[in-house]
């Protein structure tokens, strides 16, 4: 986890009435929602005799732990120890740390770092998303691997026709996969890449771009990464952004949402049906899909990976894989600033330039 950043952690719809209990950076929370709606996240643990707080009830704008009934507010204060009765005084002690979070984008937010929610940086969103007019659907799960080689996984597509072939969304040649005007540039903390997925043949990368069969059809394709943890597809079928959120050092809570597909994707000559819930439906669908085809094939392909936590000098890199470097330089650079007390913006800068001696990984730059 790089400090000073903020990490999605749950959808909004996730908190309800009822508080929740999470693990994320490795740490315990527990979520509900105030009277005002507002999200509370605070340790999931009672100072008094270590409870989980996400087993107790909520009593208007406080929890209240399920042993002895002690009620915390949304600064994780203690405010009432019914032992001690109305008037008792309660020790300064008994309180547990909350968080700071924001809620956006049909998302809650945990800032990584100190200070108030009001003199932060915006959230992190992909302005594709932050524009879109149309119904999008979000779907949250667990995932077994660290978030790192989560985000590795999502910000290349060129292994879609090796872990993917045979599954229902791969209409890209199976012996194809080549990837052609590869392009990638960085910008603050945002890096981008456009390029064609086609077939392994002797036709320009431009003629497999108008071909009439889907399988000969070459795809434009772009990619982007939002630091800390966001990633972004885009095509001329789907839109779609993945967030993989550390648990712990072996597994990451994924967030996908989906941008109603722009034609039907396996039906590609019908138009979406004219049923108002069908928009509504598709984005939910591919969301779904996504988690029970996609990504059971991506685990089984990356479990057993290799140091598990991704680092500079953990893989062998390509030019391709220009995304994924500059997602590991500017991590390394984040986290060192933010360690370091030293402003973000010049360890952005710096990482951008690449470096092919000390990144020896871009070595066909
Ligand atoms: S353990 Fe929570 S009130 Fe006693
Ligand atoms: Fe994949």
């Not at 087993?55 to 929890?63: F, L, P, W, Y």
């Not at 100190?114 to 992190?124: I, M, N, R, S």
């Not at 439906?281 to 779904?288: A, E, Q």
């Amino acid at each position: 986890m790089i400090p000073n950043q903020w990490y999605a952690i749950l959808r909004s719809e996730d908190i309800r009435k009822k508080p929740v209990g999470i693990t994320r950076f490795s740490k315990k929370l527990v979520l509900y929602r105030d009277n005002a709606g507002r999200a509370v996240c605070l340790d999931d643990r009672c100072p008094h005799k270590g409870i989980p707080l996400s087993n107790g009830k909520q009593h208007g704008d406080h929890i209240a732990c399920p042993y002895h009934g002690f009620q915390f507010n949304q600064e994780g204060k203690c405010v009432h120890m019914p032992v001690l009765g109305r008037n008792g005084t309660i020790p300064k002690a008994m309180c547990v740390r909350s968080y700071t979070l924001r809620e956006e984008h049909g998302l809650i937010w945990f800032w990584t770092g100190a200070g108030q929610a009001d003199t932060l940086p915006p959230v992190p969103m992909f302005e594709n998303f932050s524009r879109y007019k149309g119904f999008t659907s979000r779907y949250g799960w667990n995932a077994p691997v660290h978030y790192t080689r989560y985000v590795e996984s999502v910000c290349e597509v060129y292994h879609v026709p090796f872990v993917h072939k045979g599954s229902a969304l791969n209409i890209w040649d199976p012996k194809g996969g080549r990837v052609d005007d590869f392009k990638c540039e960085v910008n603050g903390t945002l890096i981008s890449s456009n390029f064609i997925l086609r077939a392994d043949d002797e036709r320009t990368a431009e003629e497999t771009l108008h071909a009439m069969l889907p399988w000969k059809r070459g795809w434009r394709i772009g990619v982007d990464v939002q630091m800390p943890n966001m990633v972004q597809i885009r095509n001329d079928v789907f839109d779609v952004y993945v967030i993989a959120t550390p648990i712990d050092d072996d597994n990451c809570w994924v967030c996908v949402c989906y941008q109603e597909p722009k034609r039907d994707l396996l039906l590609p000559m019908i138009k979406p049906l004219p049923i108002p819930v069908w928009r509504r439906v598709r984005p939910w669908m591919m969301c779904r899909m996504e988690r029970y085809i996609q990504q059971a094939k991506d685990m089984e392909a990356i479990r057993g990976q290799e140091p598990r936590i991704s680092h500079l000098k953990a893989n062998k890199l390509i030019a391709l894989d220009k995304v994924n470097a500059y997602y590991l330089k500017l991590r390394d650079a984040l986290s060192r600033a933010a360690l370091e007390n030293q402003p973000a913006q010049a360890a952005i800068a710096a990482a951008a330039q690449p470096d092919p001696v000390t990144h020896n990984e871009m070595a066909a730059d």
